[in-house]
């Protein structure tokens, strides 16, 4: 039997490579498409830079109806129901600031939201008082973003209470950087012989 070449054995891991890459792909855009609706990425066309704050931003009035997935973006672009910027009187309103795990993009509708749960348990379990919980969180803000929407966005809606829950964009962005200056640190040092 004779055996193969070293050339075509390569050539022919490449092709299977290839070809298994193709087939992620591919699945991937079958299950966004029965996730989402479409193959394209949730978060982009949801979102609208916003020069005053210098932040990307929900836009107001967006609608996503997927398969699996509903989010409404309100008249202010935050994820929820209709508000006004002035806030009713007798109502406590609390702000929730964060990012993906916040946001909540992967839930099935705005009422699944965390944020939404709280605002229907404070409701339960205080009937008598009005409580409007505002979802103004975005995915992928890290603490720097959060604070720039706090002050253009946020503050104007007089909150009573802000709460903002990160889980790891500020651990990623740290580790990142940490990362980088750790390579240049390390090629400085390799350049001058220590």
Request: hydrophobic share 40%; charged share 25%.
């Amino acid at each position: 039997m004779a055996e193969i070449g070293t050339g075509k054995k390569v050539l022919f891991t490449t092709m299977i490579v290839v070809v298994m890459l193709a087939a992620c792909e591919g699945a991937l855009r079958v299950r966004a498409y029965f996730r989402y609706g479409g193959t394209t990425s949730v978060r982009d066309p949801m979102l609208a830079f916003d020069d005053k704050a210098n932040i990307f931003v929900p836009r107001p009035g967006y609608e996503l109806k997927g398969n699996r997935i509903a989010i409404k973006i309100n008249s202010l672009g935050f994820r929820g129901d209709e508000i006004t910027a002035k806030k009713p009187a007798n109502t406590i309103r609390i702000v929730c600031l964060g990012a993906s795990t916040t946001f909540n993009a992967e839930v099935s509708s705005n009422d699944a939201t965390w944020p939404h749960q709280l605002q229907e348990r404070l409701k339960a379990a205080y009937p008598s008082v009005n409580f409007e919980v505002v979802n103004a969180a975005v995915g992928g803000y890290t603490s720097a973003e959060n604070l720039r929407s706090l002050r253009s966005r946020v503050l104007q809606l007089d909150p009573d209470l802000v709460i903002y829950y990160e889980a790891n964009n500020e651990i990623v962005k740290d580790t990142q950087e940490y990362a980088r200056r750790d390579r240049k640190s390390t090629r400085l040092n390799s350049s001058h012989g220590y």
